[in-house]
């Protein structure tokens, strides 16, 4: 069954989520593994654990199909600011709004919390479908890092970013 309208607009998926903690921190290695050309450290994974309801495992019934994993910081100046470290679904349930439904997710919690005044991640220089997605939530491209990435082709990424304005409105910053 084609999961594509006529119009080429993706149908209303079921999508669900589940923030990740040490009882189901073996699905986000998996899909990681899957995923991303990359093995990731355990750091990365105590980082995401930290983030607590910012990192979150997507499912299309009960199968999981995606995550979001996330690291809160220290931001300069005061508050904090969240760095997505990694938003994957898996290719057969691309284009089907699922990475939409998680960013949107996060975004939304960040913007219920007052000291978080920023959002930011690099993605890979090639990686048209990324970028786009995130231009969508209106992110913006601050800058080009070479040689960022040490495994893969190419290595250069961009650093994007999304200031939180209502954050800033509530300490009183415009």
């Not at 009882?23 to 450290?41: C, H, R, S």
């Amino acid at each position: 069954m084609d999961r594509v309208g006529k119009v080429g607009r993706a149908y209303e998926v079921p999508v669900t989520f589940d923030n990740v903690r040490d009882k189901n921190l073996m699905q986000l290695k998996k899909l990681n593994t899957a995923i991303f050309p990359v093995k990731y450290k355990d750091r990365y994974y105590s980082d995401a654990l930290a983030s607590g309801d910012f990192t979150k495992l997507a499912y299309y019934g009960d199968i999981c199909v995606g995550s979001i994993a996330c690291r809160l910081e220290k931001r300069e100046g005061g508050g904090m600011k969240l760095y997505i470290m990694t938003l994957g679904i898996l290719a057969p349930y691309r284009r089907l709004g699922i990475g939409s439904k998680l960013l949107k997710n996060t975004l939304d919690l960040c913007q219920q919390d007052p000291n978080i005044f920023e959002v930011f991640l690099h993605v890979q220089t090639n990686n048209e479908e990324a970028i786009a997605l995130y231009r969508k939530f209106d992110f913006e491209i601050k800058e080009k890092i070479e040689n960022y990435y040490t495994d893969i082709e190419p290595p250069d990424c961009y650093l994007l970013s999304k200031t939180l304005l209502s954050s800033m409105k509530g300490k009183g910053i415009s």
